[in-house]
């Protein structure tokens, strides 16, 4: 199982970003994808989760409103939509997928494989 994370970068404050995980190696549609950041010293943290059918999104509170998470089953690629960013987003994001529905949705317990990461920098 791959999955490659894509669309980090620097913008200013109250900008926007597109984050996608092309995931390769599984039946993609399958599965629960999740969105996580990691700010320097501290361990991950759910951003944003989907269902494998995308009909169900979870967000944590600090970017509920700003930032969108779907999905495109055709193209095996999961997205991370973010808007009105602010210097506080400023971490590490990574996808990751939860395959053996094990663990907490809302932890890195509930993942089973990760992506890379990317790094988005917001200025203020």
């Known amino acids: 199982v791959q999955l490659v994370e894509s669309g980090g970068g620097l913008v200013q404050a109250g900008g926007s970003l597109r984050l996608s995980c092309a995931a390769s190696g599984l039946t993609f549609s399958g599965y629960a994808m999740g969105w996580f950041r990691q700010f320097p010293g501290k361990e991950r943290e759910l951003v944003a989760r989907?269902?494998?059918?995308?009909?169900?999104?979870v967000y944590a509170d600090s970017v509920k409103g700003r930032f969108t998470i779907s999905r495109d089953n055709a193209k095996n690629t999961v997205f991370l939509q973010m808007n009105s960013l602010k210097p506080e987003d400023t971490a590490v994001y990574s996808c990751?997928?939860?395959?053996?529905?094990?663990?907490?949705?809302?932890?890195?317990?509930?993942?089973?494989?990760w992506g890379q990461g990317t790094q988005v920098t917001v200025s203020s």
């Open positions: 989907i269902s494998w059918s995308g009909r169900t999104t």
């Open positions: 990751a997928i939860d395959v053996r529905f094990g663990g907490s949705h809302y932890d890195t317990t509930g993942y089973d494989y």
